[in-house]
């Protein structure tokens, strides 16, 4: 994989050069090199909207990680000017997410289940589900013109990924209401402030300094970083498999309300949505 394959000449002479096993469906590329799974989301023609092939990558991705002895550490990122802008909404709506064995509730229980430290690399948009499993991740490091938003409400929908419960969590209830119900974007600063991102940091030293962190932590001795991940998550893993399966339930009904269905229809109509006739 070219971890840095579009950044400039001057990033790409501060992160080495990856091992020549690059692999994956096209949009998801991803190499190990120094017990590092690096996971590349590489769609920018789309703003790396996510496609169910895309979240069946992803997955694979998380549990080649757990099964394998060589990898430590997982890096995951985007492209310069973007991380993820969520779902593709049309090729979502082809496949909706309508029961529990969904790719893309599939995904979701791999990173929160995951057992080895995922280090996330955030530059540009950062959307829905790009913004949700950030909580899943150990170390998160974002860029100054990082953008961020949780517009499941606008969309009829509601949180997923267990962040109906993880981001009261971290930024605290009337933060995460501010986010999740007004669902405008914000800065990689107040992501910062609500507890969502380690640090903030020029956008072309994000890759360089997430990777410099991985490999940190992949030269760690292995079984203490996992038991340390499972302890500090230990407490709540339990709450966050309920979260993640109630929103889950709860997302599928919204999917077929007459609200998302007129959300949706605005938005492939690049309109603005009419919600006044609903109760």
Partial sequence: MRVIRAWSRADRARVPPMA?????????????????LHVEIKRPEKKNALTG?????????????????QIRVI?????P?????????????QDPALDDEHVAYRFVRAISRATKPIVAAVNGA??????????????????????????????GLCPEAGSSLLLPLVAGRARAAELLLLGEPFSAA?????????????DGDVLPHAHAQARKLAAKPPAALRASKALMRGGI???????????????QRRLQSPEAKEAFAAFLAKRAPDFSRFA
Avoid: W
């Fill in 20 to 36: 020549s096993n690059e692999q994956g469906p096209g949009n998801i590329l991803t190499a190990v090199d120094d017990g590092i």
């Fill in 53 to 69: 092939a895309m979240y069946q990558a992803l997955a694979d991705a998380i549990d080649l990680a757990a099964q394998s002895a």
């Fill in 75 to 79: 890096l995951l990122h985007g492209q």
């Fill in 81 to 93: 000017d973007v991380f993820t802008s969520g779902n593709d909404l049309k090729d979502f709506l």
């Fill in 126 to 155: 950062c959307v829905g589900v790009g913004a949700t499993l950030l909580l899943h991740c150990d170390l998160v490091y974002a860029g100054q013109g990082a953008t961020f938003a949780l517009p499941f409400v606008n969309l």
């Fill in 190 to 202: 107040r992501a910062e402030a609500c507890g969502m991102i380690s640090a903030v940091l020029p």
């Fill in 237 to 251: 893993a339990s709450q966050v498999e309920e979260a993640i399966r109630t929103e889950s339930h709860e997302f």
